[in-house]
């Protein structure tokens, strides 16, 4: 709703403030209630949450009247974590003047809001019995206060609302404020076209929406509620990353532009880690959006759990503490409270551009889901909630609205029209748009048309050579870098063999020169955890940077390598969310070694290989996993390879794992160039990245294409053809060097999924169809890709046996012994040459 001037751009009214803190005495009591009050606050509108009697506010007065009469109100702040002076003081000065005037207009709105919000959920309750909706009522006031926040988002220069929210009044929210309309939403209950799902698809309450919502102002803001799993609070880094790819493709002003807005619920903010993750790099450069306003739609139950088996907090939003940012706790049944808060917390988040968080407590009318009976576990409560009246009742009392009632009932019967016509719906209904750069892009099964060439001329990779490797005059270089440098130079000229490291700059430099964003994050990523990535060059002298792919060629793309925070699931899910804004940009994240990535396992499972499946929306999202058995123990072995076979289906992934550099090269040139956004989890080496085996001669990066299959023209009609992945190959061929071995071929498979079978069938085929197929892999039986693979060569093996070689069933990936380890390791490579059928 309209505010006075003042309080948005109030140099001002700070000055006011100033002058009336000079009553030491005044001060002194309201610094009591500023840091206090909120636990003496009428916050809960059961009254469950008891006021926290507080020695420090025992204080009587004039003054303590007045600081109790806003700060122990139905409005509870919590900020004495903020860091900042001024920022605290802000919000004190906006307290303690007097809120604007909500007008008669503006009151109309609110209660029309609330009457909507809770009649919907009834009608769906009468005509869908039976059926989950996780309803709204108890906290409905989240309608009013989004239509607050994006009436003084859209003032302050808000086009877009990026939104994350979970099950809780999330139909209620598609209906109110992505502005869907309701024939769309009851046809999802209808369930009208079921063959067209089958096995594949997602509930009604998972899938996202676009619409445009018409602010009290007049303004238009896009909306943008992001499609989401059960999984509680997952969604939190891909709205995020989302919200960033949104901003990073406008440039200036798309901090303003677009607004990110997660609503969680308090169980899930107090418990999921994630949300932590999430938010603790909402300030770093690579990650920031300029700040996410958080709404936790606090009914103090999760499921069946109440408030005080939750956390260890007074309240759930207790975790945000950590960060330097403001939260607002209010009741929910003041809506006027909670309207003054959305706008507080916008204008916050505009002001000064980080986090916000608004508790909005209030109850849940019914059950968790609808068909769950609550009075089993929380009988007391619940006598309580069923003699409470709806919101918009208490609201139409306070504001003296007499014909709330016949408003009512003439909005349910718009309703129950509206269902009656959602009948008649064959087909379901989509409730989103996609935007228009998502027209150039493609998903569904890899077809052979999708292929372009991915090698570059000898005279460019020597010109991006020479950007690469070089540094403003005057650059103190560290005397190993510019070592690694004056090695680049020969590589990329063709005088000694291009590393992997090389080999990937060179398919980020020539990939950001011709005009495709290259966005990497992972923990330690700009040197690379081990020592062969190099991205930024640091001045030894005064640790300025310089970085080379951002100077290859003028009006380049941007190539942004960033160090993430310490956090798999957050920083995965924030890429993953950045690719699905960003279809034209290669979006990489870098595990740290390839045995972390099962900490961000929901995020692989929800979205990146079933997001396609279930919401028909692409990514390309790339996941560097470095993997190998090397004696580094279970921990720095694996990157768990038969996970993602195991999720490989209908092409929804690619999985690979390039033997040598110039394969990894083709491989992420790949990826941007075609047009078939599909997610590619990319096995990469370790102790192979400089090893002179995996190397590759310059001409390897004119050549047209990545190979989903390395042939062996080493070896003719071979006896035994030995089928492997990665750095298990090399060592093979090292194997049969030295036992002069001439009748087994080593074929490296690249790619593993998807299954490349024309390639493997072709190239057994030259061998002849005698002999033994052998599946050779590093990792234990239980795991690696050997269950996947023994049907598939079985299938194209003709009349020779098919064997495998691997480690014994463990239940753990790799030895903690490297003396173990060799031994191990010295067995397979004897087994591979040896076994029999
Ligand atoms: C990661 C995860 N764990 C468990 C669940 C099962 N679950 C669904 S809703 C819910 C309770 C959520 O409580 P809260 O976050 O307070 O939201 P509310 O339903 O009260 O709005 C639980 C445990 C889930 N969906 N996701
Ligand atoms: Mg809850």
């Not at 030491?24 to 009050?37: L, T």
């Not at 009608?123 to 019995?129: F, K, P, S």
């Not at 003032?155 to 024939?183: C, D, F, Q, Y």
């Not at 085996?693 to 390897?700: E, H, L, N, T, Y």
Request: charged share 25%.
């Amino acid at each position: 709703m309209p505010t006075p001037k003042s309080k948005v751009s109030n140099g001002g009214a700070i000055s006011a403030f100033v002058e009336t803190s000079v009553n030491p005495e005044r001060e002194q009591v309201f610094n009591a209630f500023r840091q206090w009050g909120y636990l003496e606050g009428d916050l809960d509108p059961l009254g469950f949450l008891r006021p926290r009697p507080t020695p420090e506010l025992q204080i009587e007065g004039e003054y303590a009247r007045e600081a109790r009469a806003i700060y122990s109100s139905t409005i509870g702040l919590e900020i004495n974590h903020i860091y900042n002076p001024e920022r605290r003081r802000w919000i004190y000065e906006q307290m303690e003047s007097p809120d604007s005037e909500v007008t008669e207009k503006a009151q109309a709105r609110i209660l029309d809001l609330l009457i909507r919000a809770d009649i919907f959920e009834q009608v769906m309750q009468q005509r869908y019995l039976g059926s989950k909706r996780f309803s709204l009522e108890g906290v409905t006031a989240l309608i009013p206060l989004v239509d607050e926040l994006l009436d003084t988002g859209s003032r302050l220069g808000a086009t877009e609302l990026v939104m994350g929210m979970s099950h809780r009044g999330r139909l209620n929210v598609i209906a109110h404020v992505a502005k869907r309309s309701p024939e769309e939403i009851f046809a999802g209950f209808e369930d009208v076209d079921p063959r067209s799902v089958l096995g594949s698809g997602d509930v009604k309450y998972h899938m996202g929406a676009t619409g445009e919502y018409t602010t009290y102002s007049g303004n238009k803001v896009h909306i943008h509620l992001v499609s989401n799993p059960s999984h509680l609070e997952a969604v939190d880094p891909v709205t995020v990353g989302r919200t960033r790819a949104k901003q990073d493709r406008t440039g200036e002003g798309g901090r303003e532009k677009y607004l990110p807005l997660l609503v969680h619920g308090d169980a899930a903010f107090a418990g999921q880690g994630i949300l932590a993750e999430t938010m603790n790099y909402a300030d770093l450069p690579g990650y920031t959006v300029g700040g996410t306003i958080h709404v936790v739609v606090n009914n103090l139950l999760g499921f069946t759990t109440s408030y005080v088996e939750e956390h260890s907090t007074r309240f759930a939003a207790c975790i945000a503490r950590r960060q330097s940012i403001p939260i607002f706790h209010v009741n929910g049944e003041d809506v006027d409270a909670v309207v003054r808060v959305a706008r507080l917390a916008t204008e916050y988040r505009y002001r000064f551009g980080t986090d916000v968080v608004i508790d909005l407590i209030g109850y849940r009318r019914h059950g968790h889901s609808e068909v769950d009976d609550p009075t089993i576990t929380q009988p007391l409560l619940y006598k309580k909630i069923k003699e409470h009246p709806p919101l918009w009742e208490i609201y139409a009392d306070d504001i003296g609205a007499t014909d709330a009632q016949a408003q009512a009932a003439a909005i349910k019967a718009e309703f129950e029209s509206s269902q009656k016509d959602a009948g008649k719906i064959t087909k379901k209904p989509l409730m989103r748009d996609l935007p228009n750069y998502w027209d150039q892009y493609y998903g569904g099964l890899h077809k052979q048309e999708f292929e372009v060439e991915t090698g570059i001329s000898i005279e460019e990779l020597s010109e991006l050579t020479s950007h690469l490797t070089t540094y403003p005059a005057g650059f103190h270089i560290h005397p190993k870098v510019k070592k690694l440098l004056e090695q680049r130079a020969e590589m990329g000229t063709g005088k000694r063999p291009v590393d992997y490291g090389m080999a990937e700059a060179l398919a980020f430099a020539s990939l950001a020169k011709a005009g495709i964003p290259v966005r990497l994050s992972g923990q330690d990523s700009r040197r690379g955890t081990f020592n062969q990535r190099h991205s930024v060059l640091i001045d030894i002298e005064n640790e300025n940077e310089y970085v080379p792919l951002e100077n290859i060629a003028p009006g380049q793309a941007r190539c942004g390598i960033h160090n993430s925070t310490l956090s798999e699931p957050g920083v995965l899910g924030f890429e993953y969310g950045y690719s699905r804004d960003y279809p034209e940009a290669l979006v990489l994240w870098e595990a740290q070694f390839g045995d972390f990535v099962n900490v961000a396992q929901a995020i692989i499972d929800q979205f990146i290989s079933a997001g396609e499946a279930k919401w028909n929306l692409l990514s390309g999202v790339v996941m560097l996993l470095p993997h190998g058995y090397e004696g580094q123990g279970p921990e720095h072995s694996s990157a768990r390879i038969e996970r993602f076979i195991q999720l490989a289906a209908k092409h929804n992934i690619q999985i690979a794992q390039p033997s040598n550099a110039a394969q990894y090269f083709h491989l992420l040139r790949r990826q941007a160039l075609r047009h078939w956004r599909k997610p590619l989890v990319v096995f990469t080496p370790k102790s192979m990245l400089r090893h002179a085996d995996a190397s590759s001669p310059i001409a390897d990066f004119t050549r047209a294409n990545f190979q989903n299959v390395i042939p062996d023209n080493e070896v003719e009609q071979a006896d035994r053809i030995l089928v492997c992945t990665g750095k298990i190959g090399h060592e093979l061929q090292a194997e049969r060097k030295k036992r002069k071995d001439t009748s087994t071929a080593i074929v490296f498979l690249e790619q593993l999924y998807p299954f490349p079978e024309k390639e493997l069938v072709a190239e057994f085929a030259r061998h002849g169809d005698k002999g033994e197929i052998v599946w050779v892999q590093e990792e234990p039986a239980n795991m690696g890709a050997l269950f996947n693979m023994l049907p598939r060569l079985q299938r194209i093996a003709g009349n020779r046996h098919v064997l495998s070689v691997k480690r014994s069933s463990s239940a753990s990936p790799a030895t903690g012994s490297a003396k173990a380890h060799e031994v191990e390791q010295k067995t397979l490579l004897t087994l591979a040459f040896t076994t029999k059928g």
